[in-house]
């Protein structure tokens, strides 16, 4: 099971930009799909954005399309998300998810098709 390591988060300004990446190790990286969700306080967790095996399809929810890109390197075995535009609503824990090996639709945002989670990086903007 891939071990993922989040870094990059703090607190910006509304309007500035934060880079979010995570690190993953123990796996063959490019046997997961790699998701970003975040948790705000007293919310439940939710999907924002999901890469695919190769890097070549993205998909967003609509909160953040616009704003937030994902991208991974798999030569480096990462996964990052630039966040620009940020808004107090975009408050949150951070966390990488690697899909479930063999066994993810692509599109899917549901949690549960996601196995392995980081500890999660905390995002607070300021109005």
């Known amino acids: 099971q891939v071990q993922l390591v989040e870094s990059g988060g703090g607190l910006v300004q509304a309007g500035g930009s934060l880079r979010l990446s995570c690190a993953a190790s123990?796996?063959?990286?490019?046997?997961?799909?790699m998701a970003w969700f975040r948790q705000a306080p007293g919310k439940e967790r939710e999907f924002v954005a999901v890469?695919?095996?190769?890097?070549?399809?993205?998909a967003s929810s609509d909160s953040v399309k616009g704003r937030f890109t994902i991208s991974r390197d798999n030569d480096k075995n990462t996964v990052s998300l630039q966040m620009n535009s940020l808004k107090p609503e975009d408050t949150a824990v951070y966390y990488c998810?690697?899909?479930?090996?063999?066994?993810?639709?692509?599109?899917?945002?549901?949690?549960?098709?996601?196995?392995?989670w980081g500890q999660g990086t905390r995002v607070t903007v300021s109005s």
């Open positions: 998810a690697a899909s479930r090996p063999g066994g993810y639709v692509w599109g899917s945002q549901a949690i549960t098709d996601f196995g392995s």
């Open positions: 890469i695919s095996w190769a890097g070549r399809n993205t």
């Open positions: 123990g796996g063959r990286f490019t046997n997961y799909a």
